[in-house]
């Protein structure tokens, strides 16, 4: 790599390094600006807000994702629908369901119903889809204290 | 860096130092798995299910550390075109790629009983699909340069392009609405509980250890490839016609 003309030895190789590093960063800003433009289509669900401030066409294929709203779970006189209401802390939407529901479909936890929205307003569910959040949590700790939680995880690992 | 740079001085580290990562990290990762398995308690809604977390996490986290490994490996040999980095990129992308699969395959296992679904085209699962789809294309395309001769800086390029992938299966979970949850350890504070938290630390630490001691006795057999290579093509050039 010695050229013959008494050239700083170090230049072509910083040259290279200013040309890749201005390459890499053009490489992710364009890779970040297509993220940022595929926003709103990369979405996995609609939430309740942008169902009801867009409705989708009556029966057209979507999903809605949200939180079971606590006590809203009935089951319907026919024995296998569900009813349930699904919330974002600003709107609410109706779901039905017949089916079976995964083990985690609980209130007060997350759901993605696979479905569409009727005329109505109520969403009719043809799959239901359990949304776990990010908090792992023991069993015996649900509802303690931190305090408490901190006395039984000590005596666990005793 | 040049001082490492140099494949003999590169050896006379790294002999004494595969052993020992690969059986410390398998004890650990044994230690972490047992505890895992066997000591800590059950979500208190997942359940029994829960336990995949130590295998998914640390799989997960080696699978991008993999490719950004690859990235910087990449850069070092298109700046300042060292062949000892273009050994350790290509060293680093097979384990890469069975630790995104490993990933793939204990994340729908978790998310059948979880989700009630085995694969949803999420954010999250879509690109760390197209991360193993990238492992692929760069293994094939180093093999065929490698047994072609020719140079290296075509799969450089694709690692470091590639790694444009990377934040963006980080951020999928923020940016979009999707089935996976958003990060549960972020800077600083962890959503999971330290009953979790300490056996997941200690299997990361364990993967990772693997993962270093995998990249080495690759590097060390990529180097001893090279150099076989090139005792047979002087002896074919020496030999009497």
Not at chain 1, 42 to 58: E, G, H, I, R, S
Not at chain 2, 112 to 136: A, E, I, K, N, Q
Not at chain 2, 194 to 222: D, H, K, Y
């Amino acid at each position: 790599m010695n050229s013959p003309r008494s050239r700083p030895a170090l230049k072509p190789k910083h040259q290279r390094l200013v040309l890749v590093v201005l390459a890499v960063l053009a490489l992710f800003g364009a890779g970040l600006l297509a993220a940022w433009g595929l926003r709103s289509q990369a979405n996995y669900f609609y939430v309740p807000a942008d169902m009801v401030a867009d409705p989708p066409a009556p029966g057209q294929a979507v999903r809605l994702g949200g939180m079971v709203e606590t006590g809203s779970i009935a089951t319907l006189p026919d024995g296998i629908t569900i009813r349930f209401v699904v919330g974002d802390g600003q709107e609410r939407v109706p779901v039905t369901f017949a089916g079976i529901a995964p083990a985690l479909f609980v209130e007060g936890s997350g759901v993605v119903a696979e479905g569409a929205l009727l005329a109505n307003g109520t969403f009719a569910a043809t799959n239901l889809l359990a949304k776990h959040d990010e908090n792992y949590m023991p069993r015996e700790l649900e509802g303690m204290s931190t305090a408490q939680a901190r006395t039984t995880v000590a005596e666990t690992l005793e | 860096m040049h001082a490492y740079a140099n494949p003999a001085r590169f050896l006379r580290i790294a002999r004494p130092l595969t052993a020992p990562l690969l059986l410390g990290g398998l004890l650990l990762t044994a230690l972490a798995l047992a505890w895992g398995l066997f000591v800590v308690p059950p979500d208190r809604l997942m359940g029994e299910t829960v336990r995949i977390l130590f295998v998914h996490v640390p799989a997960a986290w080696l699978g991008m550390g993999g490719w950004m490994a690859i990235a910087i490996a990449s850069l070092v040999e298109l700046v300042w075109r060292h062949p000892l980095a273009t050994i350790a990129a290509r060293a680093a992308a097979l384990p890469g790629a069975v630790f995104t699969a490993i990933c793939l395959a204990t994340g729908s296992i978790w998310g059948r009983p979880t989700w009630g679904t085995w694969w949803v085209w999420d954010g999250r699962l879509t690109s760390m699909l197209v991360l193993l789809f990238l492992y692929f294309g760069y293994i094939a395309l180093a093999q065929a340069l490698a047994r072609e001769g020719s140079s290296t800086r075509i799969a450089a390029i694709f690692g470091l392009v590639g790694a444009v992938n990377v934040p963006i299966i980080n951020r999928s979970v923020v940016w979009w609405n999707s089935l996976h949850q958003p990060p549960s350890i972020t800077l600083g504070q962890s959503a999971i509980d330290t009953v979790f938290l300490v056996p997941l630390l200690v299997a990361t630490l364990g993967f990772s250890l693997i993962f270093g001691g995998v990249v080495l006795a690759r590097m060390r057999t990529l180097l001893a490839e090279v150099q076989a290579e090139a005792r047979l093509r002087r002896r074919a050039l020496e030999a009497p016609v």
